[in-house]
């Protein structure tokens, strides 16, 4: 395993926190906060690439760097067949996860069992999707049903439609 440099470790933590908001010229962004050249810049970006953290498009005045996706999960679960929010979470998205601090996971885990346990609950649908995307900056989970909502849900219950 190599060694990283404290200064290298710097520069990637700069370009994986800002390539999104920078990602045609996060070279030059790193090369001037670093006072490095665009050469040692460019180092460290294709280390990246070949670590599979960033992807690379178009040529070298038009290339872009884009956080790579480490995790792309979708799966569609029927309401109607009584799925458990518990038992979602851990065969399925947990382990989508990785390794987080324990903080973390108990907040994505409360934060998920809730909002699904919502749509089991509320949602008056036929099913659920439950997206995971994770890249080495974020991760986002999404939940869409295809049920009625809380506002029609109201109307309906007290009669004012």
């Known amino acids: ?3 990283i440099r404290k200064s290298s470790e710097e ?8 390539v999104e908001k920078y990602p045609s010229d996060i070279s030059k962004r ?4 670093f006072n490095i050249s665009r050469q040692a810049a460019n180092k460290h970006l294709q280390k990246l690439v070949e670590e599979d953290v960033l992807s690379i498009a178009g040529n070298t005045k038009a290339r872009v760097y884009t956080l790579k996706a480490q995790v792309a999960f979708e799966k569609k679960y029927t309401l109607e067949q009584g799925i458990a929010e518990d038992t979602v979470w851990l065969q399925d998205i947990r382990p989508k996860l990785g390794k ?7 907040i994505w885990d409360y934060c ?3 909002m699904l346990n919502n749509v089991i609950d509320h949602s008056s649908g036929k099913s ?3 997206r995971v995307s994770k890249s080495a900056v ?5 939940i869409q049903d295809d049920g009625i909502g809380i506002f029609k849900k109201i109307q309906k219950q007290l009669d004012l439609i």
């Open 138 to 142: 974020n991760t986002r989970i999404e």
């Open 11 to 18: 520069c990637r933590s700069f370009i994986l926190s800002n």
């Open 128 to 130: 659920v999707v439950v």
């Open 30 to 33: 790193v090369s001037e906060k």
């Open 1 to 3: 395993m190599s060694v």
């Open 100 to 106: 987080l601090p324990d903080n973390v996971i108990n």
């Open 112 to 114: 998920f069992t809730e």
